[in-house]
């Protein structure tokens, strides 16, 4: 219980004392004890160039497009305060400080069940919070990474992201590789930062016929029985709430 | 050194964003429906806005949004965060027929963004109505971003204030 501050004359405040209610000793019937109701977290991190501008390139909004589609797809959970988005860049879930502030935040309790979408670097780094989150005792239940990038020395020279190659702690882990036909620019460039080549360890590990820039795309492509990483994303969320 | 060149190589690349060879499109509105908490926007364009490259619908883009100023901040550019607005992504609405304009559809959320443009929050009834107690029309733009590209904006499409105000209040 919060003590109630008062402010005499003087300008001098102080803490009233108060104390907690207790329940009779010889009253032994059942008491209603709040708990708070399941609620689903979606990180959606993107990449270089997405929330902010990458050297002068961006913004584009590339997870953005992701996570307006997705909101629209839980719109009733969301109206129920099941549902949470955040839009997260890939540098501000680097560093312990960065993972209090824009992650740690928002989550209500430990076992709440969080889902993760990273693009691009944003799936580097998301991959690398899934491990730490999981080791400060989260509940990590979907990770799904979309074309991520993050090998190559120069990017890491010149980017907010982890060194080192992740080992992704989740449930569920789905990884999808961009194999565009028509390549554009941004191919070029995600072959600059060197993708990260996934040979082992998602649950799912497919290629989709599109650019590496095209978030979108990469999230609501048919990927498995005709199901999507959004379908399959949302499928997880609703067995949550079953 | 490395971050020398890295740099250099940025800027360089920075100098090649390209302008889009398609005018600013001119937008009309034409109705406003609330289905639950999403209000569907369906306005008209000069533009064909999901194909400004002519490849196709979709192709070569990355994302396309409509946006609708529900507070007094109309500065609608992508690095800013609009504290109240109506926002959701351009759909088509059908085939254009031969030298009719093109239709779209977007599912808004009436929403509060934050400073970061990190989170939002569904504005309620009660609060829509204080926001748009005192205007006649809200006005709203798209824009569309692709690889390589500035952000491509429109010209503004206004709103009628009292269209939206019936859908807030009209009974659940």
């Not at chain 1, 309790?109 to 730490?132: D, M």
């Not at chain 2, 609009?82 to 992504?89: C, D, E, N, R, T």
Request: hydrophobic share 35%; proline share 4%; aromatic share 10%.
């Amino acid at each position: 219980m919060t003590a109630e501050t008062v402010t005499c004359a003087k300008g001098n405040t102080y803490k009233l004392h108060k104390e907690h209610t207790l329940t009779d000793k010889k009253d032994v019937s059942a008491k209603p004890v709040p708990v708070e109701s399941t609620k689903a977290i979606v990180l959606f991190i993107g990449g270089a160039g997405d929330k902010e501008s990458y050297y002068f390139s961006g913004p584009y909004g590339n997870i953005l497009a992701a996570r307006a589609a997705f909101d629209k797809r839980n719109e009733s959970l969301s109206a129920e305060g099941r549902y949470r988005s955040e839009w997260l860049g890939y540098n501000e879930v680097r560093g312990k400080q960065d993972i209090q502030r824009y992650v740690l935040s928002l989550i209500p309790y430990k076992s709440c069940p969080i889902y993760i979408v990273g693009h691009s670097l944003g799936g580097w780094n998301g991959a690398h919070l899934t491990k730490l989150m999981s080791d400060w005792g989260y509940r990590m239940q979907m990770l799904i990474t979309l074309d991520p990038v993050g090998e190559g020395a120069l990017v890491w020279i010149g980017s907010d992201i982890y060194r080192q190659r992740p080992d992704p702690v989740a449930v569920e882990w789905i990884n999808i590789k961009a194999t565009p036909t028509n390549r554009n620019s941004s191919d070029g460039v995600a072959d600059f930062g060197e993708k990260w080549i996934v040979s082992c360890g998602p649950s799912l590990n497919v290629n989709v016929d599109t650019s590496h820039a095209n978030a979108l795309e990469l999230f609501v492509a048919p990927i498995s029985g005709g199901n999507s990483a959004s379908d399959l994303l949302m499928a997880a969320i609703m067995k949550e709430f079953s | 050194m490395s971050r020398l060149i890295i740099c250099v190589l940025l800027i360089v690349c920075s100098g090649c964003a390209k302008d889009h060879s398609k005018p600013a499109a001119n937008l009309s509105f034409v109705s406003v429906k609330r289905e639950r908490t999403l209000y569907d926007i369906r306005y008209q364009t000069d533009v064909d806005v999901l194909d400004l490259f002519d490849q196709g619908q979709r192709k070569g883009m990355i994302a396309g949004f409509l946006t609708c100023a529900l507070g007094d901040d109309h500065d609608f550019s992508i690095e800013k965060a609009m504290q109240f607005s109506a926002v959701g992504l351009i759909e088509s609405d059908g085939e254009p027929r031969p030298g009719e304009k093109f239709s779209y559809l977007t599912s808004a959320f009436l929403v509060e963004t934050s400073s970061n443009r990190s989170s939002q929050r569904y504005l309620s009834r009660l609060e829509l109505n204080d926001l748009l107690s005192n205007k006649s029309q809200i006005p709203c733009k798209l824009f569309v971003t692709a690889f390589g590209y500035k952000t491509y904006y429109s010209n503004t499409m206004n709103i009628p204030t009292a269209e939206l105000l019936r859908e807030i209040n009209k009974p659940e």
